[in-house]
C-alpha cells in the first residue's frame, strides 16, 4: 500500500463525498489530504481530479517515509506512521 499526499486549492472539508480507489483518506489541513490507496499514483490523482471543480489546483505525491510536520489535524502523525516507513535511526537530517 502507497500513502499519498494531495493539495488542491478546492475545499475538502466534506471528504465524505470523495470516492476514489483507496482505503482511506483524511483532512490534515485546509485543502491537504492523505490517502492510502494499492493503486497507482495515476490512478488517485485522476479520481481525486475528476471530484474538483475544473479550475482548481492539485498536486499529489507518494510518500515512502513518515514525513516530519506540524500543525496539522488531530491523528496526523500516528496515521502517517502506521502507514509509512520511518527514517533509518542515525540517518541525518538537514534543519
Not at 489530504?33 to 492539485?58: C, F, G, N, P
Request: proline share 5%; no cysteine.
Amino acid at each position: 500500500m502507497t500513502v499519498y499526499l494531495a493539495w488542491t486549492s478546492e475545499d475538502l472539508a466534506d471528504l465524505a463525498d470523495l470516492e476514489g480507489p483507496w482505503h482511506e483518506a483524511m483532512l490534515i489541513a485546509p485543502g491537504l489530504i492523505a490517502v492510502d490507496s494499492t493503486e497507482s499514483l495515476s490512478a488517485v490523482y485522476h479520481a481525486i481530479k475528476w471530484s474538483l471543480r475544473r479550475e482548481a489546483s492539485l498536486i499529489v505525491v507518494p510518500v515512502h517515509q513518515t514525513p516530519k510536520s506540524r500543525g496539522m489535524a488531530a491523528g496526523t502523525t500516528t496515521w502517517l506512521r502506521e502507514r509509512t516507513a520511518r527514517q533509518p535511526t542515525g540517518a541525518s537530517e538537514q534543519a
